[in-house]
């Protein structure tokens, strides 16, 4: 058994939650109990991710950028954006609202406040 499990004691269907998003920090102020889909709101960006963010990606050819959440099987789009850092703020200011607590936000690499008029 692993050891997050072991410390927190879930029942059947339940979930641990790493809060950080570091398995190997079992403190118990990083785990918390939830439910599967609230486990996967906090996962990381996926291995095949081009944007080095989360709910990001290129469209098409077109240069832009695109937010987008993904929900209970459906992607809602967040909007275009000419650079993918503002896609990205897009989808940290929607994350909260879709995920609560358990929204992983993207680490942004520059100072939006310079793009925005």
Not at 54 to 71: E, M, S
Not at 88 to 114: C, H, K, V, W
Request: glycine share 8%; aromatic share 10%.
């Amino acid at each position: 058994m692993k050891m997050h499990r072991l410390l927190m004691e879930p029942r059947k269907g339940e979930f641990v939650d790493h809060i950080d998003g570091n398995t190997l920090n079992n403190c118990l102020d990083n785990l918390r109990l939830c439910r599967k889909q609230q486990n996967e709101f906090n996962s990381k960006i996926r291995a095949d991710n081009t944007s080095g963010y989360k709910g990001v990606c290129r469209f098409g050819d077109t240069g832009r950028w695109r937010a987008f959440i993904n929900l209970n099987g459906k992607q809602y789009g967040l909007g275009l954006y000419s650079t993918k850092d503002e896609a990205a703020d897009m989808y940290n200011r929607a994350a909260p609202i879709f995920f609560g607590e358990f929204a992983r936000l993207n680490q942004i690499n520059t100072d939006l406040s310079e793009v925005r008029t």
